[in-house]
């Protein structure tokens, strides 16, 4: 076959679903399936960053399509009116829609979604956010196309709220890159340095949101006398809880965005990996945390308890006496955490996903 898939948000560096877009692409063009890709982009600011990803392996084996428009911009025209996007992509046998762009197509279709924060917190969600997603999904309701949940969690939603048959939905668990791995002290020691790090501490990583639970965590290490260290660009909200790169109070450290390169060694550096969000899709960085050897605190709500399995401390993420105890408990048992921690992320790979996705791909091509 040859599969158009969308990876306009891609360029959303230090975002979940960047991570998933980058992460699935990239192991299936290492798959060696048989099948052609066809990647597409809207693109302004960033045709830089599409550019020279066409000419960086494995993405060169894809050809390409850029349009010189923002993705939000052109997520906005393609949900709200009926243009066909098959003269864009030309003459293909499936396409995979975005988390962002649902555009009417005459060809078969297969779309991933995240989560659906935005019907079950919708106050916890920006309001562009809020009205793309309520199109979208809105239009995937009513369309024939199929869906890859990334959890049983979200497919448990998608089922609920928009009343949708099981058969309609496939959950394919996301991977985690190859990077996340324990790592040596020397690096451990760069990135406290660079960073000026103190010796122990609870790091949190993610977009500075609403629904990231920021305040409470801030709360709850506050009562340990342990600092907190949050990576993460910020995205809306309360700037004051807490706010941009370089906010440090007193107790806890706010690095913004930091490289992914940086990352391993950050959650090894770590000696609690705290993330009480209160509602995800997945949550990668519980698993990446897992990874590098350090234990997790987390969510008892939603796909955290999922994701995390016995190997990760669960919290309710609206008491804040809970989130306390529970990083307490994971600083007094970390070797028993670690372990399950390595072993319960060493089930989610890219490999394992891309197989799925690709017989997702097949079903739905033959039932067209």
Not at 21 to 31: I, K, P, T, W, Y
Not at 260 to 269: G, R, T
Not at 318 to 331: E, P, W, Y
Request: proline content about 6%; some cysteine; glycine content about 6%.
């Amino acid at each position: 076959m040859k599969i158009a898939i969308d990876v306009s948000q891609m360029c959303y560096e230090g975002t979940g679903v960047a991570r998933y877009v980058q992460g699935l692409s990239r192991a299936m063009l290492e798959a060696n399936s048989g099948h052609e890709f066809l990647l597409y982009a809207g693109v302004l600011r960033r045709r830089s960053f599409f550019t020279t990803l066409q000419h960086t392996m494995p993405w060169d084996q894809a050809s390409w399509r850029l349009v010189p428009l923002p993705p939000k911009l052109a997520g906005l025209a393609l949900n709200l009116f009926p243009i066909r996007i098959d003269k864009l992509v030309g003459k293909v046998d499936l396409l995979h829609t975005s988390d962002w762009t649902e555009p009417s197509t005459n060809y078969p279709t297969v779309t991933t979604v995240h989560d659906l924060v935005f019907k079950k917190y919708p106050e916890t969600v920006d309001a562009c956010i809020l009205k793309t997603q309520t199109r979208r999904l809105a239009k995937i309701a009513k369309s024939q196309t199929q869906i890859i949940a990334d959890s049983m969690s979200t497919k448990n939603d998608l089922m609920e709220i928009y009343h949708l048959d099981s058969a309609r939905i496939t959950v394919v668990h996301p991977g985690i890159d190859k990077q996340y791995v324990p790592q040596s002290k020397k690096e451990i020691d760069r990135v406290k340095t660079k960073y000026h790090l103190p010796d122990k501490f609870v790091l949190s990583v993610g977009t500075q949101e609403p629904r990231k639970n920021m305040a409470r965590l801030i709360e709850a290490t506050s009562k340990l006398n342990i600092p907190l260290v949050l990576i993460g660009k910020y995205g809306w909200g309360d700037p004051n809880i807490p706010g941009l790169k370089g906010d440090h109070k007193p107790g806890m450290y706010a690095l913004g965005y930091v490289p992914d390169s940086d990352l391993p060694a950050l959650y090894c550096a770590a000696a609690v990996f705290a993330y009480p969000s209160l509602y995800e899709g997945f949550g990668f960085p519980v698993l990446e945390a897992m990874a590098c050897g350090t234990p997790v605190v987390t969510s008892n709500l939603s796909s955290l308890p999922e994701v995390a399995g016995d190997a990760g401390v669960l919290v309710d993420p609206i008491d804040v006496s809970s989130i306390s105890s529970g990083i307490n408990f994971a600083l007094n048992n970390r070797m028993s955490l670690i372990k399950k921690g390595i072993q319960q992320a060493q089930k989610f790979t890219w490999e394992r996903a891309a197989k799925q996705v690709l017989e997702v791909y097949e079903k739905t091509a033959r039932r067209d």
